[in-house]
T-cell receptor, first 112, second 117 residues
Framework: GDSVIQMQGQVTLSENDFLFINCTYS??????LFWYVQYSGEGPQLLLQ?????NKGSSRGFEATYDKGTTSFHLQKTSVQEIDSAVYYC???????????FGLGTRVSVFP | NAGVIQTPRHKVTGKGQEATLWCEPI?????VFWYRQTIVQGLEFLTY????????DSGMPKERFSAQMPNQSHSTLKIQSTQPQDSAVYLC???????????????FGEGSKLTVL
């Protein structure tokens, strides 16, 4: 079945540090890949969506890259701020499926 | 434009009691999803409705859990004879239906935190 592996459970950074979170996926279909962000006390919300392999998506200073060759996609931000502290989930939708398969999430803590 | 509304935000039940959680999707969204969120398992898919019809309940525990969508403006998740391991945040999400039936962006509610003592 479909799976998404997100290895980093927690990342601790200082402001202006570089953030990099990686995910790998497994599917028999043609996936669309997502990054969702969840702030404390809220539900997850879409941060980025990347539909086409080897394309990039960007939003709010974050950039996502999807590498079909290595079946991986990662999220990065050059200079994080304290307000970026949240849990970040990678997710995949197989074009034959209806829902999203999520990774376990990475808790990012940014300190001033 | 209101987002997905979930009630109650917090519910505490005793072991063996029933818990019912409500979700009001965004008006006009035809797809409704339920997910369970725990620290250990992350976001687990439970079930999915499209135009009120159940489409996929492959993530629902076979016993004690049931979900309904009696009309387009609300869905319920019912857990009978709750157990401590049912303690989790239950998230509802809705989405517009895209081409070929594929769903677009999921809009999540704030979740209902269930604690079973």
């Amino acid at each position: 079945g479909d799976s998404v592996i997100q290895m980093q459970g927690q990342v601790t950074l200082s402001e202006n540090d570089f953030l990099f979170i990686n995910c790998t996926y497994s599917t028999t279909g043609y996936p669309t890949l997502f990054w969702y962000v969840q702030y404390s006390g809220e539900g997850p919300q879409l941060l980025l969506q990347v539909t086409t392999a080897n394309n990039k998506g960007s939003s709010r200073g974050f950039e996502a890259t999807y590498d079909k060759g290595t079946t991986s996609f990662h999220l990065q931000k050059t200079s994080v701020q304290e307000i970026d502290s949240a849990v970040y989930y990678c997710a995949m939708r197989n074009n034959y499926a209806q829902g999203l398969t999520f990774g376990l999430g990475t808790r990012v803590s940014v300190f001033p | 434009n209101a987002g997905v509304i979930q009630t109650p935000r917090h519910k505490v039940t005793g072991k063996g009691q029933e818990a019912t959680l409500w979700c009001e999707p965004i008006s006009g969204h035809s797809a409704v999803f339920w997910y369970r969120q725990t620290i250990v398992q992350g976001l687990e898919f439970l079930t999915y409705f499209r135009n009120q019809a159940p489409i996929d309940d492959s993530g629902m525990p076979k016993e004690r859990f049931s979900a309904q969508m009696p009309n387009q403006s609300h869905s319920t998740l019912k857990i009978q004879s709750t157990q401590p391991q049912d303690s989790a945040v239950y998230l509802c999400a809705s989405s517009l239906e895209g081409l070929g039936g594929a769903t677009g962006q999921l809009y999540f509610g704030e979740g209902s935190k269930l604690t079973v003592l």
